[in-house]
């Protein structure tokens, strides 16, 4: 891909590892809140208006934790879910690394919302490998959506064909390809410079 100017790079389930179980397994035991509570009072009712900014994390989570968990307030589970859910691919990274120094751009393209992604950038350090972040909340849509990869091009600079997505949903590297970009699906089983070509 001699093109290539700038290579998107998904978050979950490329640059951390799924936990096994998910990053909930154990929040009943550490923290006295069921995962099924939490999917069934937070994420599946308001999950896709925090994920899109059009809400916020602790403004939906907070009456749902008051009303289901009131020992736990919403910054010390968004703490706890975020370190769990912070499983680095050092190998992966190690690669980008070095892709990066051979002059290509790294971007961050994510479905998250705002304390999140902020976490991820800074807590994580992520700011500190990669050029820019492109996500969800922040555009107002997600990848499956054609308007997120015009967006990434009319913020970079950069023509399709200058870019390219590498993510573990194929539908999500399907839409890239359909806007002119490349493609690459991560399952973590070769090395990244097999996947590139």
């Known amino acids: 891909m001699t093109a290539l100017k700038a290579l998107m790079v998904d978050v979950d389930g490329v640059l951390i590892r799924p936990r096994?179980?998910?990053?909930?397994a154990e929040m009943?035991?550490?923290l006295g809140l069921s995962s099924q509570a939490l999917q069934e009072h937070f994420f599946r009712p308001h999950w896709n208006d925090v994920v899109?900014?059009?809400?916020?994390?602790?403004?939906?989570?907070?009456?749902?934790?008051?009303?289901?968990?009131p020992h736990l307030t919403s910054q010390a589970l968004a703490a706890y879910w975020f370190e769990k859910d912070a499983q680095l691919d050092e190998?992966?990274?190690?690669?980008?690394?070095?892709l990066r120094a051979s002059g290509v751009q790294l971007h961050l393209a994510t479905i998250q919302e705002h304390e999140r992604a902020a976490w991820l950038w800074n807590a994580l350090g992520f700011r500190d490998r990669f050029d820019a972040m492109h996500y969800a909340a922040d555009m107002g849509c997600k990848k499956s959506d054609p308007?997120?990869?015009?967006?990434?091009?009319?913020r970079t600079g950069f023509k399709p064909h200058e870019l390219a997505l590498l993510d573990d949903t194929a539908a999500n590297v399907e839409t890239a390809r359909a806007a002119g970009w490349g493609g690459?699906?991560?399952d973590g089983s070769r090395r990244l410079a097999d996947v590139l070509g």
Not at 91 to 98: F, I, R
């Open 20 to 24: 096994p179980g998910g990053w909930a």
């Open 184 to 186: 690459f699906v991560w």
């Open 28 to 30: 009943e035991a550490d």
């Open 52 to 69: 899109l900014g059009r809400a916020g994390l602790h403004e939906r989570l907070g009456p749902v934790l008051a009303a289901h968990a």
């Open 91 to 98: 190998a992966l990274l190690a690669e980008l690394a070095h």
């Open 147 to 154: 308007a997120f990869y015009r967006m990434v091009e009319a």
